[in-house]
C-alpha cells in the first residue's frame, strides 16, 4: 500500500529513476502500474462506492451565491498546459534579460517572469515561466484569452475561467471543482469597480527612415506612375510606402520602417503586448468584467472560506479513502494551495507591496521597462535568426531579391540606381550588334554576347544607332525592307525601326516593342 501512496503523490511526474508511472481509474477503482527495467507489478485499489464524484451544492462562500463545488478521485480528462514546458523542441523560449538589470540595482518584486514560450512562429505567447520568493518555478498559460492557469513542475494546475476554479494533477486523480454561476459579475460587484476599458493597441517599436530609389527604365527614361507592375519596395515582408515621385528623372521617395510591421518580430512584439501585458492587466479578462489582476485580487479577499485547503479537502474526504489516501489528499492539496498562492503573489493588488498597490507582474513589467524593452528584448532575442532583412524591388517585369540586406535601419540610407523593365517600353538592350559573315563556313550570326539567353530575341543595331532587342526570324519574314528608321514608318509600320546589320543583306523592319512586351529579360 505504501507503494500505492507514493504512486499518487508522485505520478504528476513525467519520470523518476524506479520508472514510469501511468494512471488508469473507473469509477470505483484506481490502477497504479509500476514498471522498472527489471520488474512489474500491479498495486490496486478498490474503493466503495463513495469513489464516485462528490457534489456540495452549498460549500463555504460567505460572499458568493450559487456556488457548487465537485471533486474527483479520478476523471478521465482534465487540463493540461497546451505546450510540456519538458520539451524544448516544441515550442520557442525568450529569456529576459533579468541578471543584466537586477545588476544595474534594479529591484523586482519576489514573483516575476523569467521566460516567455511561444507556438512554433515565434508570434503567440503560450505560456509564461515565472519564479517566486523561494526561486521556485510555476508556468502561467496564456494562450486563450478565456482563462487563466498556473501549473506547477509536477503539472498540478490551477485554472480560473467564467465558469469558476478548478484544480486538478497531471492524471486527473483528485481534482477539484468550483463553479460559481455569473462569476464574472458577482466579482464586479464585490469589487467595486466598473468594467475594464479595452486598451489601444501600443504601436510597434519601429524605427522609419526615408530611402531613395533612382529608376530608370531599359531605354533610361525615369519610371512613371504609370508603369504595369507598380513598384513595390520592401524590408523583408513588409511594404514601405511611396511618398515622392520625379518622373522626369526617376527619383522615388519611399518611407519604410524597420523591421515592419508584417515581419514575424513586429507581429510578435504586438502579441506581448497583447497577450502578456493587457490580457494580465488591463483588458477585462474573458472578454467580461473585471480584469485579471482585479479577479484575482477580489478571490483574495472574498474567497478565503471557498479556496482554503480544509475547504478544498472537504469534499475529497466525503470519497471514503482509508487513513494513507487521506495523507494523498493532503499532499495534493497543499500543492492545490501553492498554486493559488502563486496566483495571488503574481496577480494580486492587494499584496504589501513596498512599490506600492500595483500587481507584482505589473511592477516588474514596469521595472523592466525602465532599464530596457520587455517586448522588444523578448522578440528581438526570438526572432534574432531573421536578420538580416532584404530590400527588396518588384516593378514592371523586373524582381531584385536583395538590393540590400539590413541588420537595423539605416540613419543616412544611401540612394540607388537600379534598371527596371518597363514592358510597355521599346526593347532597348545592351551589346547592340551587327551580324558577320563567316567566309569559311558560309553562314552568317551574331556575336554570343548579343544573344538574350534561350529567348528567340537578339540586341541589334537600329539605322539610328540605338540598340535594341529584336526576334530572330527568317528574312522572309520581316515586313519591310529599309535603309533609315522612317522607311518603316513610310511603308505603313509607325512605330517599327530598321534593323541593320542583319543576316538578311539589306537593312528590314522589326517591332521594337514585341521581346520587351514577351517579358524576355532585358536589364
Not at 522572309?476 to 530598321?498: H, L, P, R, T
Amino acid at each position: 500500500m505504501a507503494n500505492a501512496t507514493s504512486t499518487v503523490t508522485s505520478s504528476v511526474q513525467s519520470s523518476e529513476s524506479s520508472g514510469s508511472r501511468t494512471w488508469s481509474a473507473s469509477a470505483s477503482t484506481i490502477t497504479a502500474i509500476t514498471s522498472t527495467e527489471t520488474s512489474s507489478k500491479n498495486n490496486t485499489w478498490t474503493l466503495s462506492s463513495a469513489a464516485t464524484p462528490t457534489t456540495s451544492l452549498n460549500p463555504p462562500a460567505a460572499n458568493f451565491t450559487q456556488v457548487t463545488r465537485t471533486a474527483a478521485i479520478a476523471e478521465a480528462t482534465c487540463y493540461h498546459l497546451p505546450q510540456d514546458f519538458n520539451i524544448e523542441d516544441e515550442r520557442r523560449r525568450a529569456t529576459l534579460h533579468n541578471e543584466e538589470i537586477k545588476k544595474g540595482n534594479t529591484t523586482f518584486p519576489s514573483t516575476y517572469i523569467e521566460s516567455v514560450s511561444f507556438n512554433s512562429d515565434g508570434v503567440d505567447p503560450v505560456f509564461l515561466t515565472l519564479r517566486d520568493a523561494s526561486n521556485g518555478t510555476y508556468h502561467m498559460d496564456i494562450s486563450n484569452g478565456s482563462y487563466v492557469s498556473v501549473v506547477d513542475s509536477q503539472y498540478n494546475a490551477m485554472l480560473i475561467d467564467e465558469q469558476g476554479i478548478h484544480f486538478s494533477t497531471k492524471s486527473c486523480a483528485y481534482d477539484v471543482s468550483i463553479t460559481i454561476k455569473d462569476m464574472y459579475q458577482q466579482l464586479e460587484r464585490l469589487s467595486g469597480e466598473v468594467c475594464s476599458k479595452v486598451v489601444s493597441s501600443k504601436r510597434m517599436e519601429e524605427s522609419s527612415f526615408e530611402q531613395i530609389l533612382y529608376l530608370k527604365d531599359q531605354c533610361s527614361g525615369g519610371i512613371k506612375r504609370t508603369l504595369r507592375k507598380y513598384p513595390t519596395l520592401r524590408i523583408g515582408d513588409s511594404d514601405c510606402i511611396d511618398t515622392d515621385i520625379d518622373s522626369s528623372t526617376g527619383k522615388w521617395t519611399f518611407t519604410c520602417t524597420f523591421p515592419g510591421s508584417d515581419s514575424g518580430n513586429s507581429k510578435c512584439r504586438a502579441a506581448v503586448n497583447k497577450d502578456i501585458v493587457r490580457f494580465l492587466l488591463t483588458d477585462p479578462f474573458g472578454g467580461a468584467c473585471p480584469d485579471l489582476s482585479t479577479v484575482v485580487t477580489t478571490l483574495e479577499t472574498t474567497a478565503q472560506d471557498m479556496l482554503s485547503a480544509s475547504s478544498l479537502k472537504e469534499d475529497l474526504y466525503k470519497l471514503d479513502l482509508d487513513g494513507m489516501q487521506k495523507g494523498v489528499v493532503d499532499d495534493v492539496v497543499e500543492k492545490y494551495s501553492q498554486l493559488w498562492g502563486i496566483f495571488k503573489q503574481a496577480l494580486s493588488k492587494g499584496r504589501k507591496i513596498a512599490f506600492g498597490k500595483l500587481s507584482a507582474l505589473e511592477l516588474y513589467i514596469e521595472a523592466y521597462n525602465k532599464m530596457r524593452s520587455f517586448e522588444g528584448d523578448i522578440c528581438d532575442d526570438l526572432h534574432d535568426g531573421d536578420l538580416p532583412f532584404n530590400m527588396s524591388l518588384q516593378a514592371g517585369v523586373t524582381s531584385i531579391a536583395s538590393i540590400t540586406s539590413l541588420k537595423a535601419a539605416p540613419e543616412s540610407p544611401k540612394p540607388f540606381n537600379i534598371t527596371v523593365q518597363d514592358p510597355t517600353q521599346i526593347a532597348c538592350c545592351k551589346n547592340g550588334s551587327k551580324s558577320s559573315f563567316d567566309g569559311s563556313k558560309g553562314a552568317c550570326s551574331y556575336p554570343g554576347n548579343a544573344t538574350i539567353g534561350k529567348s528567340g530575341c537578339m540586341c541589334g543595331q537600329t539605322a539610328g544607332g540605338a540598340s535594341i532587342a529584336f526576334e530572330y526570324m527568317e528574312c522572309a519574314n520581316f515586313v519591310s525592307q529599309c535603309e533609315f528608321d522612317d522607311d518603316c514608318a513610310s511603308a505603313g509600320y509607325k512605330k517599327y525601326k530598321c534593323l541593320t546589320g542583319s543576316c538578311c543583306g539589306r537593312g528590314v523592319c522589326f517591332d521594337p516593342y514585341a521581346c520587351s512586351q514577351k517579358g524576355v529579360k532585358l536589364v
